[in-house]
């Protein structure tokens, strides 16, 4: 079965901080990860996803297969960053299904 | 262009009472996928739809069933309704469903049984 796992609920930093929020996945196929956000009063949305290698509002993520950890990382945190933040993993063929992890809350502040 | 729509935005059914809630995706995209989000569970696959067939389900009981209509656009039905089953429940949509492929989020439906 395939797993997310974001082992910090809240995670609490200073503007200009450099930034990490875990995720660790368990999947005995090929994953496929992203980093989903939910700014305040917002919906959820794509932030980034691993296979486009991409910097998202200065946000990158590498996918560590032999550590199996996708961790979301910003090298120095902007208040505007404060939201929620959600590692999901997407499953292939006809059991498509995208699993997330129980989020984790970032704070940044001034 | 619209995002993906979710009706109600909030629903208070009594316990053993039916909920249905509603979803219309964006336009263009097939695929419509149910979530639950309980407090502190976070984010659980309840279903997949796409194409107006019931592609991969979660661990839910039966009481847990949708469906896809032609324009895309699905419901879900919840049957004799349990106090645990009060949680956000949020509807996304996608083009394919395909592992790459962006799901795009709904506001959710706030459902409450008492």
């Known amino acids: 079965a395939q797993r997310v796992t974001q082992p910090e609920k809240l995670l609490s930093v200073f503007k200009g901080a450099p930034v990490e929020l875990k995720c660790n996945y368990s999947?005995?196929?090929?994953?496929?990860l992203f980093w989903y956000v939910q700014y305040s009063r917002q919906r959820l949305q794509l932030l980034l996803r691993h296979i486009s290698r991409e910097s998202i509002k200065g946000f990158t993520a590498d996918l560590n297969k032999g550590e199996t950890s996708f961790h979301l990382k910003k090298p120095f945190a902007q208040e505007e960053d404060s939201a929620m933040y959600y590692c999901a993993l997407a499953s292939g063929g006809s059991n498509y299904k995208l699993t997330f992890g129980k989020g984790t809350l970032l704070t940044v502040n001034p | 262009e619209a995002g993906v729509t979710q009706s109600p935005t909030h629903l208070i059914k009594t316990r053993g009472q039916q909920a249905t809630l509603r979803c219309s995706p964006i336009s263009g995209h097939t695929s419509v996928y149910w979530y639950q989000q309980a407090l502190g569970l976070g984010l659980q696959f309840l279903l997949w739809?796409?194409?107006?067939?019931?592609?991969n389900r979660g661990n839910f009981p039966p009481r847990f069933s949708g469906r896809q209509f032609p324009n895309y656009s699905s419901e879900l039905n919840v049957n004799a309704l349990e106090l645990e089953d009060s949680a956000l429940y949020l509807c996304?949509?996608?083009?394919?469903?395909?592992?790459?492929?962006?799901?795009?989020f709904g506001q959710g439906t706030r459902l409450t049984v008492v």
């Open positions: 999947y005995s196929g090929s994953p496929e």
């Open positions: 996304a949509s996608s083009s394919l469903g395909y592992r790459n492929t962006e799901a795009f």
């Open positions: 739809y796409d194409e107006g067939e019931e592609r």
